[in-house]
C-alpha cells in the first residue's frame, strides 16, 4: 500500500460498486452454556465456569440447550426466516488456542433459520436487507495478548486464555451481499446492525452489549467495476460498535479502490479494525468451508422442531421494533428526521419509559436527546447508561411543572443526580436550588436591573416591550438563575408602566 495512492471516499465510490455483506454474533443469554450445565455469567474470574464437556475433554458428551434453540427459533422469524423442519450440527475444525475442544460444534449447510429480511430505513428510504442463514452455535473462549503496547498478538511476550466463554450459546446471522446502495454502503451498514440489535432486544434474548462483546460484527467487503463481476472481499473482524461499523465500511473501499487502481490484487484475509485510527490492517488469511473440514457431529442427533411449537413461538413474538417505532413516531408526533435522531441517540426505550414514569413525550425527549446526550457524549458513554433513570427524568419535570425548578437550574440538578447526589428533589433542596417567584423578594432585583439600564428602559416605556427581555436577563443573572422569569417580567412591565 505504500506505493499507490488513497482515492478519497468520494472518489472510490463515483468509479467502484461496493458489495457489503455482514456477519453478526449474539451471544444468547441463556444460564446455562450450548452443550452443558456450566454457568454464563459475565465477568466471573477466568476459568471458572468450565467443565469437561465445553474443554472438550475425552468422554464427555454435548447436550444441546433447549433454551438457546427456542431463542435461535425466534430470532429467525422475527427476521422473516424460514424455520428448517430438519437440521443438524457440524464440526468446524478450528485449530486456535481459544477453542479447547480443537473444533467448534457449529451448524453448515443445514442450519436452523434461513432465507429471512429485515428492513431498515437510510436517509428517508427503506432498504431491505436479506438474510442468508441464522444459525447457532458456541462461542470461543477468550484470548489475552500481555507485554505488548496494543493488546494484540503482535509484540506480546505470552497470551493467556479464558475459557469462560467457550461454550456460550451463539447466533450468527449472515445476510446475503448487500449491493446498491452506492456511497450510502457505511450506513446501511451501520443501519442494519443498529435494526437487527433492536429487534434481538426486543426478543429478550440477549443483552447485545457490543461493548461487552454479546454482540458484534464481521464486515464483508468487496468492490467492482460497474457491470464486472464482484471482486474479492475482505472482512473486518469483531468490529464491536455501531459507529465502527460505519467506519470500517468507510475505511475499507478506499483502501481497496487504491489496490484496484493500481493493477494490485485483493487479497482474500480477515482484518482488524482499529479505533484509534479508523483503519484496518491485515489479519490472516481467510479459510474457505473446504479448510474447515467440516462433517456431521457425531455427538449429536439431528433436530427436527416441532411445527406447533414453531407456530406457538411465532404467535408470541413481541411488537417489534420497526412496528412499535411507527406508532410511537405517531404517538409522540415526530417528524421522520426527529425520529431517526432518537433511534440514533438509543433514546426510544428511555423516552417511553420516561413518558409511562408520568411526563409528556416534549419534555421526556427535550432532556434525553438535550442536556443528557450532550453529557453522555462528553463522557464518552452510551446513553443508556448514564446514572439518571427515566423516573429521575420525569421527577425532575415534575418539579419545573410545579414551578419549583426553571430549566436552567434543572440542568444544576441533572449535575447532582449524575454525581450521585440523590434524586431530584433531594438534589433541589441540598444545593438550594428553587425558583424565586415571591414578589417582595424580586422587587429589589428588579428596580436594581432597571437602574442599571436606563436606555432599555426608555425603550419599554416607548412601547418597545420586547426590550424588557433584556431587563429581564439581568435579573436572572442577578438572581443566579433563580427569579420566575415570568413574574420578573410582570414587575418589570408593571414598574415601568407607572
Known amino acids: 500500500m505504500s506505493t499507490v495512492t488513497i482515492p478519497s471516499y468520494e472518489d472510490a465510490t463515483d468509479r467502484y460498486e461496493i458489495v457489503i455483506g455482514l456477519e453478526t454474533h449474539v451471544e444468547l443469554g441463556t444460564r446455562t452454556k450450548m452443550f452443558c450445565g456450566c454457568a454464563t455469567a459475565f465477568g466471573a474470574d477466568p476459568n471458572t465456569q468450565v467443565c469437561p464437556v465445553c474443554l472438550g475433554l475425552p468422554g464427555s458428551l454435548p447436550v444441546a440447550n433447549r433454551a ?44 436452523l433459520c434461513e432465507d429471512g429480511y429485515i428492513d431498515v430505513d437510510v436517509n428517508g428510504e427503506t432498504v431491505r436487507v436479506e438474510i442468508e442463514r441464522v444459525h447457532l452455535e458456541e462461542d470461543t473462549g477468550k484470548s489475552l495478548h500481555v507485554g505488548g503496547a496494543t493488546g494484540r498478538i503482535q509484540g506480546a511476550t505470552e497470551s ?111 482484518r482488524h479494525f482499529h479505533e484509534d485510527t479508523g483503519e484496518t490492517t491485515p489479519g490472516r488469511s481467510k479459510e474457505t468451508a473446504t479448510d474447515y473440514r467440516y ?18 413461538l411465532k404467535s408470541a413474538l413481541p411488537e417489534l421494533p420497526r412496528v412499535r417505532r411507527k406508532r410511537l413516531q405517531s404517538d409522540w408526533g415526530l417528524s421522520d428526521h426527529d425520529m431517526a435522531s432518537v433511534l440514533n441517540a438509543g433514546a426510544v426505550d428511555l423516552i417511553e419509559s420516561t413518558i409511562a414514569a ?55 440538578v441533572i449535575e447532582g443526580v449524575l454525581a450521585g447526589e440523590g434524586d431530584p428533589e433531594t438534589v433541589a433542596t441540598t444545593r438550594g436550588l428553587a425558583v424565586v417567584s415571591d414578589t417582595g423578594a424580586l422587587t429589589t432585583a428588579v428596580e436594581e436591573a432597571i437602574a442599571a439600564n436606563p436606555d432599555v428602559a426608555e425603550k419599554v416605556r416607548g412601547g418597545k416591550v420586547a426590550a424588557a427581555g433584556a431587563l429581564v436577563g439581568a435579573v436572572m443573572k442577578s438572581t443566579k438563575g433563580q427569579a420566575d422569569a415570568k413574574t420578573v417580567r410582570e414587575l418589570i412591565l408593571e414598574k415601568l408602566a407607572s
Open 295 to 312: 462433517f456431521p457431529e457425531p455427538d449429536l442427533a439431528p433436530m427436527a422442531p416441532d411445527p406447533a411449537w414453531v407456530a406457538d
Open 68 to 111: 438457546a434453540i427456542e431463542a435461535t427459533i425466534r430470532i429467525g422469524l422475527a427476521l422473516n426466516c424460514r424455520i428448517a423442519e430438519w437440521c443438524r450440527f457440524a464440526r468446524k475444525n478450528y485449530f486456535y488456542p481459544d477453542m479447547p475442544k480443537n473444533f467448534q460444534t457449529s451448524q453448515y449447510d443445514e442450519p
Open 358 to 412: 408520568g411526563t409528556t413525550s416534549e419534555a421526556a425527549r427535550k432532556w434525553w436527546m438535550g442536556e443528557l446526550s450532550r453529557r453522555a457524549n462528553e463522557a464518552d458513554i452510551a446513553l443508556e447508561t448514564i446514572a439518571m433513570t427515566p423516573t429521575q427524568v420525569a421527577a425532575l419535570q415534575g418539579l419545573i411543572d410545579a414551578g419549583k425548578l426553571n430549566d436552567k437550574l434543572a440542568r444544576q
Open 160 to 270: 493467556l486464555v479464558d475459557y469462560n466463554r467457550a461454550g456460550i450459546p451463539l447466533v450468527e446471522i449472515v445476510t446475503k451481499p448487500i449491493t446498491g446502495t452506492g456511497k450510502l454502503a457505511p450506513e446501511v451498514a451501520r443501519a442494519y446492525v443498529t435494526e437487527l440489535r433492536e429487534v434481538v432486544r426486543s426478543l429478550d434474548v440477549s443483552d447485545v452489549r457490543m461493548e461487552q462483546g454479546s454482540m458484534r460484527c464481521d464486515v464483508n467487503t468487496s468492490l467492482n467495476l460497474p457491470g464486472a463481476e464482484w471482486g474479492t472481499r475482505t472482512e473486518t473482524k469483531n468490529v464491536n460498535s455501531l459507529r465502527s461499523v460505519e467506519r470500517a465500511v468507510r475505511s475499507e473501499i478506499p483502501r481497496q479502490a487504491a489496490l484496484l487502481d493500481a493493477g494490485e490484487r485483493i487479497v482474500q484475509e480477515t
